[in-house]
């Protein structure tokens, strides 16, 4: 029988902030990073903070200013800071997620963990969770494991129902019982590629997107979860 699949979003959704957001606060602490790759998202920061921006364009400012530095960082150096991260953060998670991710272990789903956090630290975090496959940014090495800033294969990532595809066809699993989990209007594409979608803390847009189409939302807040 073909194993059933299931696919998540990780920063968000599992995970209960960026590992991106992480890894560039702590690359700037260690000072492989410059004080200036924080100044280019501050200002989203602290429009998402004071409830005055949304969160994707805080997100997205994290990603450029990230792609604009990693340039000619050492590939040794980021991975230590990954570690590092995720030995810091790795159990802040969500309790939903983290419980759908063990349940549906034990019943024989293959787990896949989507991101747009760089695939170096996705692996490190996503690998204590039982994850049988990691979808991240993929940053690429040229002479003397320095990266170039250029990422392969970004068509892929942009588009999550790539990805669903892709895993169903080179790891012959079924779609048949396959869920989705996803955060933000980014995940639409994922969760639509699935039999059961399910939204989790979603934003508004994916929120007014999902009650249209009558997905299954849950949000966790504090100690309490509920659909």
Same mark, same amino acid.
């Given at each position: ?26 690359? /700037? ?38 792609? %604009? ?18 030995? +810091? %953060? ?20 293959? +787990? ?9 630290? +996705? ?27 250029? /990422?392969?294969?970004? %068509? ?24 989705? /989990? ?24 994916? +929120? ?15 100690? /309490?979860?509920?659909?």
């Amino acid at each position: 029988m073909q194993k059933p699949v299931a696919f998540f979003d990780i920063d968000g959704t599992v995970f209960r902030s960026s590992l991106l957001i992480e890894l560039v606060e702590k690359l /700037v602490e260690r000072k492989i990073f410059p004080a200036e790759a924080e100044e280019y998202y501050l200002e989203a920061k602290q429009k998402w903070i004071d409830r005055e921006g949304n969160y994707e364009e805080y997100i997205d400012a994290v990603v450029d200013s990230f792609r %604009h530095h990693i340039k000619g960082v050492f590939y040794g150096d980021l991975a230590d800071i990954g570690r590092e991260v995720v030995s +810091l %953060h790795s159990k802040r998670v969500y309790r939903y997620t983290r419980d759908l991710i063990a349940s549906l272990k034990k019943e024989g789903y293959y +787990l896949v963990a989507i991101s747009q956090s760089p695939k170096t630290v +996705l692996d490190e975090f996503c690998r204590q969770y039982g994850f049988d496959k990691v979808y991240g940014r993929i940053y690429e090495i040229g002479s003397q494991d320095r990266f170039t800033g250029v /990422v392969e294969g970004e %068509h892929l990532i942009g588009n999550k129902a790539n990805i669903v595809a892709r895993v169903l066809k080179e790891e012959g699993l079924t779609d048949k019982g396959s869920i989705g /989990v996803g955060d933000t209007e980014g995940d639409i594409s994922l969760l639509e590629a699935v039999e059961h979608p399910i939204c989790f803390n979603p934003n508004q847009a994916l +929120l007014t997107h999902a009650k249209r189409r009558r997905w299954k939302v849950v949000v966790e807040r504090k100690d /309490v979860i509920y659909e």
